[in-house]
């Protein structure tokens, strides 16, 4: 009996053990189905709010857009930035409106009752550094508003959407985006139209033309998107050598590398039309996915590609030159060669740096080459000499004496349409005589950098013995060029070409200001390692604009302040863009935390944007291209990149790269070029930059909460 009462015991014992475990792996399973099923639906909330934003973003771009059947508002809009160089009182007003339109039609869908859609502006005048306000952007004059059209908002969608039997899972997607009314080529890290002075159409036959408007030869690396209607890729980049067959070595070819990997594009990629050329060595894939942090995070260098938007901004340079040129304040000698007398007599009667020394070179063609048909009087002659004598004197620490080590005449403070604008004259032959007595040129004893105009020319007479102005000189600066105050930047204008030198990595040469050039730009290294640059400008250049071997990073506002907030150059060029010699063969280093996007966090080699109106073809073979900034070509930009580190620094190194070599087992290799999109080109360069007629969006990182 016991020993039957025992087993009893044993056999429930057993079944109550069994029962726990069953019912305890049965738990854990609908448990995890259950985590499961929250988790799905955590992902498709998340999914869903993602895809939301961008149809948030494309119907506030289309509610901006003037065009569009029924959008009062931004016809309102269009005509404030038409009539207008500062906002009037309705600016935000009508603009309220536009983004009080656009919540209101995703907020009222009932299909999106899960979702809340929320457009508010950014902060201006908070300090608080833990939030993202206007000073994120670089924007801090309290007046901002006041004389800018630029507008900062976050777009937030809250989500409460849930399963039948799950949770609500809130969600919040956010993401900053810029109103700006500038074309949009500023909004991409690379592109080009493809076409010349024509808009940009999809529907345009020659859109899949077999001449493409972005040519990728190799691989190159680009952060941010781009827009290109016509694509084509190859296997294999192109570069630039030594005619072997020319004894002089004045010439060059252009050779061909082995094939690479295709390039790596972290962002959106716009276009109709891809002509993929690429060989199967080492592969036919479009996109090379690289192997970096971001992976982590799904983010690779397969971009999503999407068509091209109806609502680019384009922009016409000639009509922008002249825009610019009458915001300087001078009288439109290109186009009215009438106004050079009157110019000339302006500055003969404000001369008045203690004596009339300008009047006294006028009335004896002191300056002219050409056609002599005055002679001056003896008055005349001992004012030069007393002019002469005193620019050639260092020093004296006499403030009245002005003309000490500066060349420049003063033409009056009473130019433009508000006569507020004091303009210099830098005459080219002034300049060439006292080259070496120019140290106080640019100085800011007497030129205020906000309300400044420096006008380079050369002044020569025709056979009619009538002053003209010539533009087939070089002005050449060696020396630091400051026409900036807080936001405001005056402007230097140069009747011909001009040419800015590099200086040391101690002491490099620092351009601040806004700059127009009727001819032809040269940046360059002046030689012996003075290769590096600043620039806190913009400038737009009638000619063909070089880049030769040199260093460009932003200038700071100050001192003190972080890297992170320099400025940068903006070139905006009218005829062919070349950049060339950049830190030729030096070693394209990984970063510690194989972080693609910090590559140049740290100081890039070209700290600028750059646009032409006509072609680019850019070689990251040798040289070694770290663009923060962009880079957009108006019909035809090419570039050539590998992913390879030379072995040496020497000119023979570029033999390594020969259509021979296999580069299928160096797919890990940093490219030789790399583009980063800044979108602080836009916020920093805001009132130097071109203006069209709406506002443009410019999108900043997606966040996810």
């Known amino acids: 009996m016991n020993e039957k009462g025992s087993s009893l015991l044993v056999v429930l014992l057993v079944t109550l053990i069994f029962s726990v475990l069953g019912l305890s792996v049965l738990g854990a399973a609908v448990n995890n189905t259950k985590l499961t099923a929250i988790r799905e639906q955590e992902i498709e909330t998340t999914a869903s709010g993602k895809v939301l934003m961008s149809e948030v973003l494309a119907k506030l771009q289309e509610n ?47 299909d999106l009752k899960d979702f809340t859609v929320n457009i508010n502006e950014l902060d201006l005048a908070s300090t608080d550094a833990n939030i993202v306000t206007y000073k994120t952007y670089g924007i801090t004059d309290p007046n901002f508003k006041e004389k800018n059209y630029i507008r900062i908002f976050k777009i937030t969608i809250d989500s409460t959407e849930a399963g039948a039997d799950n949770p609500t899972i809130p969600r919040t997607v956010s993401q900053n985006v810029i109103l700006s009314p500038t074309p949009s080529f500023l909004n991409y890290a690379v592109g080009a139209y493809g ?14 033309s077999p001449n493409s408007a972005l040519v990728v030869n190799g691989s190159p690396d680009i952060i941010g998107n781009i827009f290109a209607p016509t694509l084509e890729l190859n296997s294999r980049a192109k570069y630039r050598n030594i005619d072997p067959d020319d004894p002089t070595g004045s010439t060059s070819i252009e050779l061909m590398t082995g094939p690479f990997h295709g390039p790596s594009v972290f962002g959106t990629l716009y276009t109709e039309n891809i002509n993929n050329k690429r060989e199967s060595n080492p592969t036919t894939a479009r996109f090379f996915e690289g192997n970096y942090a971001e992976i982590a995070s799904g983010i690779t260098g397969i971009p999503v590609i999407k068509p091209i938007s109806k609502n680019f901004v384009d922009m016409d340079f000639n009509s922008t030159f002249d825009l610019k040129w009458e915001n300087t304040g001078l009288p439109d000698f290109i186009n009215d060669s009438t106004s050079i007398g009157p110019f000339i007599d302006k500055c003969k009667s404000n001369d008045n740096y203690n004596y009339k020394l300008f009047e006294a070179l006028i009335n004896t063609d002191g300056l002219i080459e050409n056609n002599h048909s005055a002679t001056g009087s003896i008055e005349d002659l001992l004012v030069i000499a007393e002019g002469d004598e005193e620019i050639r004197k260092g020093d004296t620490g006499d403030s009245s004496k002005k003309r000490a080590q500066n060349p420049k005449f003063f033409c009056g403070n009473d130019f433009g349409k508000d006569h507020n604008k004091q303009v210099f004259l830098l005459e080219e032959s002034m300049l060439e005589t006292y080259k070496g007595s120019n140290s106080k040129l640019y100085s800011s004893e007497d030129i205020d950098g906000t309300t400044s105009t420096l006008f380079f020319t050369n002044i020569d007479k025709d056979s009619d013995h009538k002053h003209i102005f010539k533009d087939d000189h070089v002005l050449t600066i060696n020396q630091d060029l400051n026409l900036k105050d807080g936001d405001d930047k005056g402007w230097l204008v140069v009747n011909g070409n001009l040419e800015i030198n590099g200086g040391t ?17 040269f940046i360059k290294s002046s030689g012996q390692n003075k290769e590096f640059l600043e620039f806190d400008a913009t400038v737009y250049v009638k000619g063909n604009s070089t880049i030769d071997n040199v260093n460009i990073d932003g200038a700071k506002e100050n ?11 903006v070139l905006i060029s009218n005829k062919d863009l070349k950049i060339v010699r950049i830190n030729e063969y030096e070693k394209v280093l990984n970063p510690t935390d194989n972080k693609l996007v910090n590559l140049i966090n740290d100081k890039p080699n070209l700290k600028a944007f750059f646009y032409t109106d006509s072609n680019a073809t850019l070689y990251g073979v040798g040289s070694h291209f770290q663009i923060e900034g962009g880079v957009f070509a108006r019909q035809q930009l090419t570039i050539n990149a590998i992913r390879y580190n030379f072995s040496t620094d020497s000119l023979g190194a570029i033999s390594e790269i020969s259509p021979s070599t296999n580069f299928a087992s160096k797919p890990d290799a940093r490219s030789r070029f790399y583009v980063e999109y800044d979108t602080r080109v836009i916020t920093d360069q805001l009132s130097s930059l071109p203006r069209v007629d709406r506002l443009q969006l410019i999108v900043d990182d997606l966040n996810i909460q």
């Open 64 to 110: 901006l857009n003037p065009n569009v059947t029924g959008n009062l508002y931004a016809k309102n809009l269009k005509d404030i930035l038409i009539k207008n160089d500062t906002p009037t009182d309705i600016y935000d007003i009508e603009l309220t409106s536009i983004i009080t339109e656009t919540e209101k039609y995703f907020n009222d869908n009932p």
């Open 195 to 208: 076409k010349l002075h024509e808009p940009v159409d999809k529907r345009d036959k020659d859109i899949a």
């Open 505 to 521: 990595k101690d002491n490099p040469i620092v351009i601040k200001g806004n700059i127009l050039v009727n001819g032809n730009l």
């Open 559 to 569: 001192e003190s302040d972080p890297d992170k907030e320099r400025k940068q150059l």
